[in-house]
């Protein structure tokens, strides 16, 4: 005797009640996308937007916090140095 399978049940029952929510994620993904992908370059750079994440990525890369490290640290090593 087979098993039953109740998962072809469930979803005919709940696409009723769930099958707005799906159509609308899909709607929004694909205008999202749409609009996304109509972005060029020079958009991008006139953006005051992307201008001011460009700015706060440029504070916070990883780049800059080592170089800002460094400079913190660099006194203090000197000050090991010279008492060595």
């Known amino acids: 005797m ?3 399978d109740p998962w072809p ?3 005919k029952r709940e696409w ?3 099958w707005p ?3 609308g994620f899909a709607v ?5 996308t749409k609009m996304t992908l109509n ?10 937007f992307v201008q ?8 916070n ?8 490290f460094e400079e913190r640290n660099q006194g203090c090593i000197e000050e090991e140095v010279a008492t060595v």
């Open 9 to 11: 049940v469930f979803f």
């Open 52 to 59: 001011r994440h460009k700015r706060w990525n440029k504070l």
């Open 39 to 48: 972005l060029t370059e020079e958009d991008k750079k006139n953006s005051p």
């Open 61 to 68: 890369s990883v780049s800059a916090i080592n170089n800002n």
């Open 21 to 23: 929510f799906l159509v």
């Open 16 to 18: 009723k009640r769930t």
């Open 2 to 4: 087979r098993k039953f």
């Open 28 to 32: 929004t993904g694909a205008i999202i």
